[in-house]
């Protein structure tokens, strides 16, 4: 194939059953605050001592510094939504609303880093093969990009259903897809060999209750998701690299230009339109919801 190695039947089995475990969980986690607190709390409390000192350590494809640092940012986005959600007043309160689009830029910003650092090495490092290129620039650009775009923090507010859901309305699809694709682009550059899990089922499995379950909840769907995945995968490494259910990327430039050169495009095509929409508006996206005329955004604001 042109992004991975041959597909055997059995690992695209498990591809959906990690996508349908994922959503599962996010799920469960939506619904009761006990289990969610059980899951993103005591569990990676008790983790590194116990398990992740041999699993995660140094050498292991998850042992970089990056690993440590996006289990721990996703574990801190799911425990801050989790409070912002829960808490009296913090729903409300516009200094806890800085905390979501900040630990959002934060987790961009750890792979753009990541990314340009990828661009001056080839090889196999912590058992992952790594082609550095110009791919990496554009990739690290790309997310710089979609830092630079998000927008309408200020309108973030809790559902009245009993999951209380952070609904974010400026949140909207194109940024999300755009989002969606430079992720990909990130996972396939720099831990290629993991991306056909943590890169589409992972990206997937925010993005389908984003848009089918709960839509503009799609921030606390990735920062859930992506923490579950983070802490399954630092705990059973081998899943992703030597287990019959690995599969392998291609290793192949022209898909490592295909996809950041997506991601790029995507990422500027948001920010294109986000400055006509200043220009057309007069709006200050520091300041004010960009997309409040589009349906998209009434359509989950009128949750409020």
């Not at 630079?148 to 609904?167: H, P, V």
């Amino acid at each position: 194939m042109f992004l991975f190695e041959p597909l055997p039947w059995y690992s695209i089995l498990m591809w959906f059953a990690v996508l349908a475990g994922l959503i599962l969980v996010n799920e469960l986690a939506r619904l009761n605050k006990w289990f969610s607190l059980a899951i993103f709390l005591l569990l990676p409390a008790i983790l590194p001592f116990t398990v992740w000192k041999d699993t995660a350590g140094p050498g292991s494809s998850v042992g970089t510094w990056f690993h440590w640092a996006k289990v721990y940012s996703a574990l801190a986005g799911s425990l801050g939504f989790l409070a912002i959600r829960n808490i009296k007043g913090w729903g409300t309160n516009k200094y806890a609303l800085l905390f979501p689009p900040a630990i959002l830029a934060i987790n961009i910003l750890e792979a753009v880093v990541r990314d340009f650092q990828c661009f001056g090495i080839n090889g196999v490092v912590d058992g992952v093969t790594i082609i550095g290129g110009p791919w990496n620039i554009m990739n690290g650009i790309a997310g710089l990009i979609n830092i630079i775009t998000i927008t309408g923090w200020m309108g973030i507010f809790i559902g009245k259903d009993q999951k209380k859901d952070m609904l974010w309305p400026d949140m909207l699809w194109f940024w999300i897809i755009a989002y969606d694709l430079w992720n990909f682009a990130y996972v396939y550059n720099c831990v290629s060999d993991h991306a056909f899990y943590a890169g589409a089922a992972l990206l997937i499995s925010c993005t389908i209750p984003a848009f089918f379950i709960k839509k503009g909840a799609w921030l606390q769907h990735r920062a859930q998701t992506l923490a579950i995945w983070m802490m399954f995968v630092m705990t059973f490494p081998s899943f992703v690299d030597t287990s019959m259910f690995a599969v392998k990327s291609s290793h192949n430039p022209t898909a490592l230009w295909v996809v950041s050169g997506l991601s790029l495009a995507a990422n500027l095509g948001v920010l294109g339109y986000e400055i006509y929409k200043i220009i057309k508006t007069k709006r200050n996206p520091l300041k004010e919801e960009m997309y409040t005329d589009l349906p998209a955004y009434q359509k989950v604001a009128a949750l409020k």
